[in-house]
């Protein structure tokens, strides 16, 4: 090889191109390009199986189709002298096997030094585009070397011309594409040019490199035999080529596919996962979606009104329990499994006698106990496409998501869309996962990345309206960290309900994580006797009165509780200016503190709060304006708060979820006791075997809740709190813990809602502390 800044003295060979290899070449460059993108794009981490199959396939189309058969292609562009046969270059097989081998290794080493996060460092961007551009410029002249029966000479010139392009263009491409690829993950136009502007950068150093090239001192002894021929050295490119064409097309295939699905479930009932990281980033597959499953087609519900499955349905409260109690539902799922295959196969053995089956009149009969299966059976499915145990698939969300089904132009023209148009609705299990389960995940072949870079393509592949989903998908981030419980302390809340038409009453909230209903924080951590003492005289007054009452010189008379007269003004004033005048007019001050339970950061926190609470039940038309409050139904908060007491164990729902399987199974003319597995059986132990009562047959929801209705609100036992003796003048939760005392109903399990619920439908028959207790103090550390 000879280095020369011009032309060579001697007899060199005349050099003419042919445009059509030139196109083909690069045609060739830009599939193999474009196909190692793609594949890039679904790397979701640097370790897993499935990540190193990534990596080496995409190093082997860009190396092998995207730089090899692009140059050897392009070579054969190159006409030698007169086009004679015996003129034409001949190659070393050995050099020819070894361009192929050492793009390949040294692509290898610059993708994986990129990584596959987000978004790559630019220093990590820059290695990577130095030595996919060193690939390229040495694939070419070791190719080169190979040619046996010409001694070549390069302008320098041009090599540097080479190189510069080569590594430029690579730079630019693979910045391009790792920096933005979060944004572009519904974006495959974006990543084709990305890739011709890869294939751009191969093409344009070839060339570059080509024309800075001469050929002389032919070898008249060296031999064409064995040699390929230009069509046969075109044919085998082509099928390397058309190899990774394959690759993209199956991937357009797979992409045609999962949008056809999502198209389907925009009309089905659909339980998805929404799991985040540390940093709140949201986990989806390669294909930017969210892990889903089909529950059923739709809910049918034994009234109109119900077959839309709304978050106060009884339907969706039992699976919103049963999302906190799934190590319980993963010892029934084989039998709930069962019962669906054994349901289906009656339904075929009807359909093949001819007899005439009306579904729809048979699921209205029984179609609760017909949810509750799918819904387990689909959770489980769903936890084993996520590779997670069916504990660890999360929480239910506090709500419903309505989807509706696309439709073309063509059918909104023609007038089919009001009737094709049908909607459907998604519910969603979330988790906040920990550093060494997302890097599982990752290496398992699923992506993390921020919730904006993903909305807009899951609102379209979801059917779900971009500012709706994106507001959603920020409250599953903040609620799969916190819940909807109360911080550690003392805490002045507004209680409001109002009553609706359809779901009986709703209750005033707070969104975000901090505390569920509107309220205001005591700097105190407990509350002694003589704040009981302050607290008595304003029981059943409003706000304001209670305001008027703290500032006059009675109330300052006391000098040793000062400090807390001050704090509660402080937050009743905080409190009335978050809510309109008409609702704070309304509302009266309970002076008997309740308990509630709260979250815990660390071993030495309370796991209890005390709220002190302002009551009220608004009309139909009752609004708040203030956005950082919103309604909520009555059934849904109490089954969460519920849900949050640390002290409320899962006896109950195991004891449900024994009797509904018990039922079940009895009214099942198939089942025998040798049917049931014993994990069913581990289960019906909670509830005590009796024979089948033909009265509950037909058992709702409502009937099968562990309370009896009472207006809206589910009451059988009363709790009273049993507080510190009198003689003792602050009470340390280290020493005195409040306990609950049952004074009827054992299954029942109320919790401070049923108080609050009880001082707004009876405001006449308030809630007082008994009379062994009316100068106790109560307190939380």
């Given at each position: 090889m000879l280095l020369t800044d011009r032309a060579p003295h001697g007899d060199h060979v005349n050099v003419s191109y042919m445009g059509g290899f030139i196109f083909l070449a690069y045609v060739v460059s830009v599939m193999g390009c474009t196909t190692t993108l793609e594949l890039l794009h679904r790397r979701t981490s640097r370790s897993g199986l499935y990540n190193w199959y990534l990596l080496l396939t995409s190093s082997i189309t860009m190396g092998g189709v995207g730089i090899w058969c692009m140059h050897y292609i392009g070579n054969r562009a190159i006409v030698l002298g007169n086009g004679e046969a015996q003129f034409q270059i001949i190659y070393s097989m050995t050099f020819t096997g070894v361009s192929f081998v050492l793009p390949v290794i040294v692509l290898l080493v610059a993708f994986y030094s990129i990584g596959a996060s987000e978004k790559a460092s630019y220093f990590?961007?820059?290695?990577?585009?130095?030595?996919?551009?060193?690939?390229?410029?040495?694939?070419?002249?070791?190719?080169?070397?190979?040619?046996?029966?010409?001694?070549?000479?390069?302008?320098?010139?041009?090599?540097?011309?080479?190189?510069?392009?080569?590594?430029?263009?690579?730079?630019?491409?693979?910045?391009?594409?790792?920096?933005?690829?979060a944004t572009w993950t519904d974006s495959w136009w974006r990543r084709g040019i990305c890739g011709c502007v890869l294939a751009l950068a191969v093409s344009g150093m070839h060339w570059t490199a080509a024309v800075g090239t001469y050929y002389y001192n032919h070898d008249t002894t060296m031999k064409h035999n064995g040699q390929l021929s230009r069509s046969q050295v075109v044919i085998i490119s082509s099928v390397l080529a058309c190899a990774a064409c394959g690759v993209l097309t199956a991937c357009a295939v797979v992409a045609g596919g999962d949008r056809r699905r999502l198209n389907i479930q925009a009309r089905q009932l659909v339980l998805t996962c929404a799991f985040f990281d540390q940093s709140g980033r949201i986990m989806v597959t390669p294909h930017a979606l969210l892990p889903s499953r089909k529950i059923v087609d739709r809910y049918v519900g034994k009234t109109f009104n119900d077959d839309d499955l709304t978050r106060s349905?009884?339907?969706?409260?039992?699976?919103?329990?049963?999302?906190?109690?799934?190590?319980?539902?993963?010892?029934?799922?084989?039998?709930?499994?069962?019962?669906?295959?054994?349901?289906?196969?009656?339904?075929?053995?009807?359909?093949?006698?001819?007899?005439?089956?009306?579904?729809?009149?048979?699921l209205q009969n029984d179609f609760d106990e017909l949810f509750k299966r799918h819904f387990c059976v689909t959770a489980q499915d769903l936890a084993d496409e996520v590779r997670q145990p069916l504990p660890a698939l999360g929480k239910l969300y506090d709500d419903v998501l309505i989807t509706t089904a696309p439709t073309s132009r063509f059918s909104r023209a023609m007038g089919y869309s009001r009737l094709n148009n049908s909607k459907g609705q998604m519910l969603f299990t979330v988790r906040h996962l920990d550093k060494q389960e997302a890097n599982r995940l990752a290496a398992a072949g699923f992506r993390f990345t921020a919730i904006e870079n993903v909305t807009s393509a899951l609102s379209s592949r979801m059917h779900i309206p971009l500012p709706v989903l994106g507001e959603h998908l920020k409250d599953m981030r903040d609620y799969a960290t916190g819940g909807r419980n109360y911080e550690p302390g003392v805490h002045l809340v507004s209680f409001v309900m109002r009553p609706t038409i359809s779901d009986h009453f709703e209750v005033l909230t707070a969104k975000g994580t901090g505390n569920p209903l509107p309220s205001s924080t005591l700097s105190i951590k407990r509350i002694q006797i003589q704040h009981l003492d302050l607290l008595s005289h304003m029981e059943g007054w409003t706000i304001s009165t209670c305001l008027s009452w703290l500032n006059s010189e009675a109330a300052k008379s006391n000098k040793d509780i000062?400090?807390?007269?001050?704090?509660?003004?402080?937050?009743?004033?905080?409190?009335?200016?978050?809510?309109?005048?008409?609702?704070?007019?309304?509302?009266?001050?309970?002076?008997?503190?309740?308990?509630?339970?709260?979250?815990?950061f660390s071993d030495s926190d309370a796991s209890n709060s005390i709220l002190l609470p302002f009551c009220a039940v608004g009309n139909l038309d009752t609004q708040v304006s203030n956005p950082d409050f919103t309604f909520m139904p009555l059934r849904l908060f109490r089954a969460q708060q519920q849900l949050n007491d640390a002290n409320i164990g899962s006896d109950g729902f195991a004891k449900e979820l024994g009797r509904e399987l018990y039922y079940s199974n009895a009214r099942s003319s198939s089942a025998t006791e040798a049917d049931i597995t014993p994990s069913v059986r581990s289960v019906l132990k909670f509830w005590p075997r009796k024979h089948a009562d033909p009265t509950h047959g037909d058992l709702s929801q409502e009937t099968l809740t562990e309370l009896s209705q009472l207006g809206d609100i589910m009451v059988r036992k009363e709790v009273k709190v049993d507080v510190a003796k009198l003689s003792e003048r602050s009470l340390e939760t280290s020493k005195h813990a409040s306990h609950a005392t049952v004074v009827a109903g054992d299954l029942a399990t109320s919790s401070y809602v049923d108080e609050l619920y009880n001082l707004c439908y009876s405001p006449g028959v308030r809630l007082r502390p008994d009379t062994a207790i009316t100068r106790s103090s109560i307190a939380t550390g």
């Open positions: 990590r961007i820059l290695t990577g585009g130095i030595l996919t551009g060193g690939a390229v410029c040495g694939m070419h002249y070791i190719g080169q070397l190979g040619i046996s029966n010409y001694r070549c000479s390069y302008r320098v010139a041009n090599i540097a011309g080479a190189t510069i392009i080569a590594v430029f263009a690579s730079t630019v491409a693979l910045t391009v594409f790792f920096r933005w690829r349905h009884p339907a969706f409260l039992w699976a919103f329990r049963a999302s906190r109690h799934w190590n319980l539902v993963k010892d029934v799922v084989p039998f709930m499994r069962s019962r669906i295959e054994t349901d289906k196969e009656a339904a075929e053995h009807f359909l093949a006698k001819g007899e005439a089956l009306d579904q729809e009149s048979e000062n400090d807390f007269r001050e704090q509660l003004i402080h937050a009743m004033t905080s409190l009335e200016s978050a809510l309109p005048p008409d609702i704070n007019m309304a509302s009266k001050f309970s002076a008997r503190p309740l308990i509630a339970p709260c979250r815990t």
